[in-house]
């Protein structure tokens, strides 16, 4: 924490702001955009602007909006009623979301998922919280109409989201310093996130990522290429089977093109040694295994002749769990049955798949940050056979929502796009995870 801190609200309703977040809510703007890194404090400076407005003056109107309705109540409900309690003039309302306090003034806690629910009048504050993932109609057709008849005042927060419209917001305000004001700082200069517990997510995280959760940077990760942090020279080299590890066959249980790749792994790098895209009509889950024993073979015999076995550790898509292929049993029964009788002894099979699919942004990050971290090192390397792979690494976008910015969905339109890319993800976002504490 920084040691100059100021009081947001002399009275009743104190909450101390680091030194960061008094600068914003010392400016006397009508209209403020705040760019930060995630836990800058950026929804407590949110909590403190809401107090203040609600207090100013007799018959305030209030409004905190996030993207939607759910959000809006696990981020601040809780937090709201418990620094308004002592100017309740009744019980606040759950149904509504909706606070009235003694002299008058009406807090109310809305999600923008549906702009027109947002229209009302005679708003005198705003607050739009996770203003990147907002939609832009909010402003636009409903919140900036409503502040009209009362010359109402409006706090944009969040962390960019590549240059989508909150971006444009941030420029507005920068161009227009009569009526706007815009601070950016990062999750550091908030001084909550301890600079080792930063460093520690540099290591884990590629450099876009990073700086835009971290370092409140409106880079080029919003565009549509999935996986920016791909760079031939430093990912693709001349990869060779370790006898003294586990050969990890991951694959993806989409029937055509039946796709897997043969990888290793030693420490935290990652070694990709062959891809396998075989199409073809009616590919069954034997018929995966059957490839992969011939594709396998030679390290058969390498590892066979060291340790007298091949240790295959096997990963996919959780929906293989569920899914079936036959009456009887899932792909990954099916895959244990395989090796129980064809194989047994020779090659020593462990399956390892996730319960669940991690959220396809999640797991995107986690191949981009080990292509490359935020310290530039790359620790995924990929032999130059592996020409499909290298395309989806090259290639892959996410689709484009009306308004041009990039949705959390790849675009699949290209069926021989992502199967590949998706398989290596499934592996790596199990082995890595993302740090579960800088999700919101
Ligand atoms: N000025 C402050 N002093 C102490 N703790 C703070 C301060 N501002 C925020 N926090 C705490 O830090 C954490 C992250 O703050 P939050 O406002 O949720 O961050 P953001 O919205 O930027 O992700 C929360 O637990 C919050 O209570
Ligand atoms: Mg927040």
Redo the contacts with the bound molecule.
Sequence with gaps: ?TEQ?GESNPGKLQL???TR?FQVFDSPKRFRVLV?G????????ALAEIARAAKAAPDQLVWYVAPSEKLAKRIIWRRLKTITQTLWAQKPSEQELAIQLTNGSAILVKGGFNPDSLRGEGLDFVVLDEAADLKPDAWTYSLRPSLADRQGRALFIGTPKGRNHFYNYFELAQSNPEDWASFQFTTEEGG?VQKSELECAGRAMDANVFRQEFEAQFSAIGSYRAYLSFDREANIRDVRFEPSAPLIWSLDFNIDPMCMLLMQRIGDKVYVLEEIAVRSSGNTTEEACRIFVQRAAPYLKIAGRIHGALDVHIYGDASGHQRRTSATATDWNLIRQFFATIHKGAIQISCRQANVNPHIRDRVNCVNARLRNYFGEPQLFISPGCKELIRDLEEVCFTLDSTGAATNELDKSDRHRTHLSDALGYYLSQIFPLRGTFHL
């Design positions: 924490m801190s101390r702001l680091h977040q930060a995630r836990r800058f404090g950026k929804t407590e400076l909550i």
